[in-house]
């Protein structure tokens, strides 16, 4: 096995982990989580929120120590937050000991992507390095997927179910001590604040308002369907299991920009992601409709994650995990606003009002265009 293999499976490992199981379980075991600790959905929403302000933090703080003590120590690092922050959900008696251990398992995830990025820009060739950074970021799915059958198998278990990936988080520390190069590209270049030209802030309009829509599932999506078709443990699970299977599909992100170009991706799966929401989360849903539409949330999710992953590399080629740090951090400031406004307007109007709300916010991220200064594909010979 090449080294830069091993590096894309150890990155999915490490994605798999902190996004799968430490950011995004949580929505999924939202409902029992509810009924033990007595939170209403405001109350979720914050707590929701606060892990998506831990990755903002830990984003900012990742790509400045990638670029100082290089991608190895700052991969474990993440896989050890994740770890510390799961046991902490598992063994959480309040909810503000709760909110806590999810904003650090949250912040593991910020840690995680900026040092995979210089891993990349070090380990591979530059022809493989999209497709490359865009498979690790479909880790997000793996986790997922796997999640769902783990709430399947342990029912209403929580705490048990946050035990056993916290031990999963330990593992991956070892993975990342013997996989992810010590030294990257990234180090070798001075830091201070990227040049935030007009390609920059599309980037950052685009990823905040399609961060913001995100939360409708990933923070919501275990509680919508309990609203709307009455599902309880193993029908979350089922969604959970769809979301994360059709996303794997996303590790294609790079490859379908090269040859269609990254506007068009952009759009594309801008558009299954918001019929996805309102598939998922609609009172005219029926359970085959939510199994779809948690399908193209995911599948879309993933792409258009790795499609601003791309954005924000080519936009800043020289600064690897600065570039990924600006488009992921700007995604979880959306998802850190999101969450708790969706928990308002599901108390203040209805379920109904607020998936059509935030499935509207991510087709206006369309609006924002990448442009000329990111490649786009070729014309064909005649």
Known sequence: MSPSVYLGAAGFGLIAVCYGFARFAFGLFLPQIDTDLALTSTLSGFISGGAFLGYCLAIILSAYLTERIGARAVAIGAALVAAVGMAGIAMAPSPLLLASAVMLAGSSTGLASPPMAAAVATAVRRDRQSATNTIINAGTSAGVVLSGPVALLMGGQWRLAFACFAVTAFVMAVVAALSVPGGTKATQVSGGLPPFNSVIMRLIAAAFLMGASSTAIWSFGGKLVALQLGWGNTGAGLL???????????????????????????????????????????????????????????????????????????????????????GFLTIAIGQTAGAPLFGFLMDRLSPDYAVLGFACLALTAGLARAGSAIPQPAPKAI
């Open 240 to 326: 959970w299991v769809a979301i994360g299977t059709s996303g794997i599909a996303g590790a294609g992100a790079g490859t379908l920009v090269a040859r269609f170009g990254l506007d068009r991706v952009h759009w594309l799966f801008l558009g299954a992601l918001a019929a996805g929401i309102l598939l998922v989360g609609t009172s005219a849903t029926t359970p085959l409709l939510a199994i779809v539409g948690g399908m193209l949330f995911g599948a879309a999710y993933i792409m258009v994650t790795g499609a601003y992953l791309v954005w924000g590399v080519t936009a800043l080629p020289d600064r690897p995990a600065t570039g990924l740090m600006i």
